[in-house]
């Protein structure tokens, strides 16, 4: 029987991890809702946006050693250009992948996504290589001890960031015209049309958002986990595991999905074994499916679900 | 105003529209009826930029505006309230109120959008006591009201109206027509599109009479109520000239 010390850091070990799946897993949403297109290079915009971060912010070897960055940028700055970087590649996507196949099926739509997952990974290979990098935490010194339990530094700078990024994210959807426009958009797009709120723009709006808050999901969590060039595949289905389990377009749903992901997660390799970590991930995900295709937190039934030709 | 000039709208192969031509002027109410799958719907859907003609014009304000989008037509001063309300049932009424006037906030500023809001309160009272409420709990009456205010949050000089008095009580209809005097009063030149003929040509100047994607007749209001053939085919028969 595990003592509750060891409980409660699984807990809070899985509440850290989670809070990244909820972020990603909010990026899903953002962009499914407003386009119809679940992104399965989510995750690659938070390897991309760490890289970018560490790169800048640390000496690091790129093009198999054949260059060395050692620019030693401040964190904040460098964070920015990383997020910067996954915005702009999230732009790219929307108007050279996206946006030009916008009459094809939403299933074509997602194989465009996992094709440009695919190619990013690619880039991210080639340029920093198989070696795992760490960015250092944001703030030195001890950890905190919490119920018995250690949290880091670091872990209370995930949990709080998140806390931010997602009231941030949600303010910016209920009180900005933007972010009014874009519930709009995917409450009824032909509607939305009608007012003069141009769908193709919102399709952009949504991509940059997700691809920006990924890159945060990822800086945050880089000094906590090694980040490695295929992090992305795992982030993004387990980002999309917990946008299922949250209902699929409901960005409430996403977060508490991606936190309890985490926290499963976290118990079942602790108290089974680490290599059975990934395997509850599918098998939540398989269950959902089958059983509550209308997610976790509301009892509305597969409409969703259909939608997106699931 | 508008001038729709021989358009022709195809779904696919099917042809919805044929050689469709019409006219509304400054200040006027100008009534389609027709039964259903006509065609009424895909012309406002293709003055509006929801669709796309083959072939023909469609001209506003002196303005070709055929090929445009709708959420540039929008702009120009056309308001288009669709079918079946379509309101943004998971935001508030304010927030439909304000998307409405999307396409004005950078010309007229948030200050003029706020007063409007409070003049379409004046016009819709029930929609103010409802402001906070979500569009989708609404009911089917409010839900056309907040259709058309936020329609009107546009200020359009032009407003198409797609059947709303469909599926309504009778005496919601009763204010739905009420307020569509009032907007004529107000300057608002209004293309309505009704099942409900002998209302809309109660309210209307014009009329044009639509068929299988043709126009097969058209004329002053009071011309086309006294019409036989139409009396039989759209005004339930009654002749007893009382309407």
Known sequence: MPSSEQLAQLILSGITQGSIYALIALGFVTIYNVTGVINFSQGEFAVIGAFVAITLSQKVLLWHGQMTASLEWPLPVAALIGVAAAVLIGVLLYRLGIQPSRNASPLSQIVVTIGASIALRGLVLLAWGTDPYRLTPFTEGPPFDLMGAILTRQSVWVMGLTVVFVVSLFLFFKYTLIGKALRASSANPGAARLMGINPQWMGLIAFALSAGLSALAGIVVAPVTFMTFDRGLMLSLKGFVAMIMGGLTDPVGAVVGGLILGVVESLAAGLISSGYRDAFTFAILVVVLLVRLGGFIKGRKGEALERAGL | MLKVDGISTFYGHIRALNHVSLDVNDGEIVTLIGANGAGKTTLLNTISGMLHPKNGDVVFDSKKISRMRAEQIVRLGMSHVPERRQVFGSLTVLENLTLGAYCRV??????????????????????????????????????????????????PKLMLLDEPSLGLAPLIVQEIFRIITELRKSGTTILLVEQNARAALRVADRGYVLENGHVVMSGKAAELTADEQLQKAYLGGRSNGKG
């Open chain 2, 106 to 155: 950078s010309r007229d500023g948030w200050k003029a959008i706020y007063q409007d809001i409070e003049k379409v309160f004046g016009l819709f009272a029930i929609l103010e006591k409802r402001k906070e409420q979500l569009a989708g709990t609404l009911s089917g009456g409010e839900q056309q009201m907040l259709a058309v205010a936020r329609g009107l949050m546009a200020k």
